[in-house]
């Protein structure tokens, strides 16, 4: 049995501490990956019993462990990936939350199993990221014991999950914002530039639009360089010959 909470703490409820740090965490302060490893850290602080964290996220629709307390649990986890079968992706898949008590004794998931084993974590706590019934990632737990994992600890880590979702949710959808205000400015800049490239030769040439973009497009094939690449040159040109 797991022992009995110390009761001269002056804290009943630690974990509590860490949901509240982790549901008043603003996104946006810091890059994606960086919101996720400081998840990773808290998910450990929050379940003592668990050795190393790590949370697992899909890129272009392959799983990785995008974040971990250990690069050791990077190698561990891409047993499973490799093998499209383990406890942190079932637990991705099926919305449950999967243990394994003992590594070296794993049946469901032996590739898995066997790394872990070899390197001396002996039992793992998986639980799916989900919010609004969206499977968003997984938040995975390790120990370097057998059965490290209590109900109490499933409990703890299930209670972590929830606030640990909603962050993923809110950093992914800020960066993804982000980015995609970045990429509209970009796609905005490239064209006045383009334009003013096409202004520059309709001017020097006496040519039509069109034309114009045709004389920048081939000059972009031959050169094998960006469009955008060769609207600024001759926008730079064009600038310092005016100075």
């Known amino acids: 049995m797991p022992p009995s909470p110390d009761t001269t703490t002056s804290d009943p409820d630690p974990l509590g501490g860490v949901v509240a740090t982790l549901a008043a965490f603003v996104v946006g302060r810091q890059p994606l990956v960086d919101t996720l490893q400081r998840v990773a850290e808290l998910a450990r602080e929050g379940v003592p019993a668990a050795d190393y964290t790590a949370v697992t996220t899909l890129r272009d629709g392959r799983p990785e462990t995008t974040v971990a307390t250990d690069p050791m649990i990077r190698v561990i986890d891409q047993a499973q990936y490799d093998a499209d079968t383990g406890p942190c992706l079932d637990a991705y898949r099926s919305g449950e939350i999967l243990g394994v008590p003992s590594t070296e004794d794993e049946e469901r998931w032996p590739e898995f199993g066997q790394e872990a084993a ?62 995609l205000a970045d990429n509209l400015q970009t796609a905005l800049s490239t064209r006045m530039v383009i334009e003013q490239a096409k202004g520059i030769l309709m001017g020097q ?36 010959a005016d100075g």
């Open 205 to 240: 040439q006496g040519i039509e639009p069109d034309a114009a973009f045709d004389i920048l497009r081939k000059a972009s094939q031959r050169e094998n360089v960006k469009l955008r690449v060769i609207a600024q040159r001759l926008v730079d040109r064009a600038s310092n």
């Open 118 to 179: 070899r390197r001396g974590v002996h039992s793992t706590l998986s639980l799916p990221l989900m919010l609004g019934g969206e499977g968003l990632g997984g938040l995975n737990f390790y120990s370097r014991r057998r059965n490290g994992f209590s109900a109490e600890d499933v409990a703890r880590a299930a209670r972590f999950a929830e606030p640990a979702a909603a962050v993923l949710a809110n950093a992914r959808q800020f960066w993804e914002a982000r980015d």
